[in-house]
């Protein structure tokens, strides 16, 4: 495998961009090695600058479920940008796109869009505070929710809940208000509530988390939090960046049949333009302005070219066969199960839907706390070998694996020997 080229472009891209990349995971600072630079993509596979295919199952993290250049996603953008790229003023298209939203996920009664996921989670804390009047923000341990300066809180030590900052310029002041809660375990969600229930303005949670690897939560969890936060008068915010349409079509709030009070969603309603959305109850969406006093705008909300692709993909997901998707998901996983028991190598994989993660560790893995168990320098390699084998994996351990409609069965059987031969 030469990568010469995307060696020769990483190296031009140093010179402008922090460690050459604009997303810090591309940077594969956590399998090693300078990353490739990606040419095209058709259907499941990418190509590199210097040629090299390979099957892709990280699909722009999750939003490319049709695949890649999907025929009607990429003629509704090239329509739609014939006629403007962006107006600052609104279309009819916007309407149309949250109509198709709003019937399949019932809970976003009303909603607003965004340019980004981050945008989303960070505007539902805004409102679920100017809704509340309180301040605190509950969150969970390896649960990611963008970079909002409330969210890039990590757990205290020992038993402790207030949140410390998780990132250089975020503010003992901002973590102070960030509670920070073990993913999974409800008795301490619990606690925290009984002792501060009346101040805390909302929780914010990956009812799948797929941020730590993909970790599912327990039986009865989410729906326990649903009914802790409805009693004490909390927002309860989904976060379904990664979940929304992907593991069906109502997201992971039909899966679990568990109504958040908001829900945040992601590049996929876009068909993987930048665009989010966040949206739930009239009364609590009521207070956004300029109906309400909680302010949020920006000029590329809801901006034509990404609402059009939004139409489309959306259209074309209602008509497919999440089953069958679900189904090929098991096979993979299984089959990849099998591989490594022969090769005597112990893994966890845990799945849900069509996203999964194969976690080099022989402990169930329900947390952060064991996610982090997993041997990172074994992935590392695992990666390497599979690149080299033409399949393109996350480059990171705590990530999740997607694989998308346009995923064939010839493709499964290709990762799955690959993955032996790895």
């Not at 990418?46 to 990429?74: C, F, K, Q, R």
């Not at 999440?322 to 299984?334: P, S």
């Not at 089959?335 to 845990?350: A, E, P, S, W």
Request: proline content about 4%; glycine content about 10%; aromatic content about 8%.
């Amino acid at each position: 495998m030469r990568t010469t080229r995307s060696k020769a472009l990483y190296q031009q891209a140093l010179r402008y961009f922090p460690g050459g990349v604009n997303s810090p995971v591309r940077a594969f600072g956590s399998v090693g090695g300078s990353p490739l630079f990606i040419s095209k993509g058709k259907g499941a596979r990418i190509y590199d600058e210097d040629g090299n295919s390979y099957i892709d199952l990280v699909m722009s993290w999750g939003a490319l479920l049709l695949g890649h250049a999907p025929v009607e996603v990429t003629r509704a953008v090239a329509k739609a940008a014939s006629l403007g790229a962006s107006f600052g003023a609104p279309t009819s298209a916007e309407t149309e796109l949250a109509a198709i939203i709003a019937r399949a996920v019932p809970s976003m009664q009303k909603m607003r869009f965004v340019s980004s996921g981050t945008e989303a989670t960070m505007s539902a804390i805004r409102l679920s505070r100017g809704f509340t009047g309180r301040d605190k923000v509950i969150k969970f341990d390896g649960c990611y929710h963008g970079h909002a300066d409330s969210l890039l809180v990590k757990a205290g030590s020992g038993a402790a809940t207030q949140g410390i900052p998780g990132s250089a310029g975020v503010s003992a002041a901002i973590s102070r208000d960030t509670i920070v809660c073990p993913y999974n375990d409800i008795e301490f969600f619990r606690n925290v509530i009984a002792q501060q229930g009346s101040k805390i303005a909302c929780v914010i949670i990956e009812p799948v988390a797929a941020n730590m690897g993909v970790v599912l939560p327990r039986e009865g969890f989410l729906s326990e939090v649903r009914r802790l936060t409805a009693k004490n008068g909390i927002v309860l915010i989904f976060d379904e960046v990664i979940t929304g349409f992907r593991l069906r079509f109502g997201g992971a709030q039909d899966l679990f049949k568990v109504k958040p009070d908001l829900t945040c969603l992601g590049k996929i309603i876009g068909g993987g333009l930048p665009i989010g959305a966040y949206g739930g109850r009239k009364d609590i969406m009521d207070h956004v302005a300029p109906l309400g006093t909680v302010y949020q705008a920006g000029t590329l909300s809801g901006n034509p070219v990404a609402v059009a692709a939004g139409i489309a993909n959306l259209k074309a997901l209602s008509q497919k066969d999440y089953a069958a998707l679900d189904k090929k998901a098991d096979t993979i996983c299984r089959d990849l199960q099998d591989v490594f028991k022969r090769k005597r190598t112990d893994v966890v994989i845990n799945r849900c839907g069509s996203l999964f993660t194969v976690f080099f560790t022989s402990s169930p893995v329900n947390d952060f706390t064991t996610a982090k168990e997993a041997d990172s320098k074994r992935y590392a390699g695992y990666f390497w070998a599979m690149l080299g084998r033409g399949v393109y994996l996350p480059p990171s351990q705590f990530e999740a694996q997607f694989l998308s409609f346009s995923h064939t069965d010839r493709d499964v059987a290709a990762v799955v020997a690959a993955a032996g031969a790895a």
